[in-house]
């Protein structure tokens, strides 16, 4: 079984498919930008166009979740969970306007889930959907 890059907290899958009820298929986006790096931005699928550059790590509740080549660097070895918290976040993100922002935890891959992400080869980049 694959070693998900990407997963999600219970709190964010319901306001993920809340989205999707309000906005339709999703994507989620995480550029490493100075502001945002650690909050990935959820759009409108077709309001947001993946690089060749970007990094697909997977689908969460039936959304893919890109990150930027040159984030993808640096958090390779990163296991990521989207969660929600209170607060507000970037205006763009579909989530903005609830009250609450999307927010990335992390954690570091364990050894053997690493040596399995090898074996596998690098996730696959550009538009996968």
Known sequence: MPVPRVEVTPAAEAL???????????????????????????FPRGDFRVGQEDVYLGDIVRTPFYMSGPQFELWRHTHLTVDV???????????????????????????DEYRALEQEGPPPRGPQH
Not at 20 to 42: I, N, R, V, W, Y
Not at 89 to 106: C, D
């Open 16 to 42: 993920i498919h809340k989205m999707q009820g309000l906005h339709g298929p999703l994507l989620f986006h995480q550029s490493g930008g100075c502001c945002d790096g650690s909050a990935p931005m959820c």
């Open 85 to 111: 918290v209170p607060g507000r976040g970037s205006g763009f993100s579909v989530e903005a306007p609830e009250g609450v922002r999307f927010l990335i935890r992390s954690r570091l891959f364990t050894d």
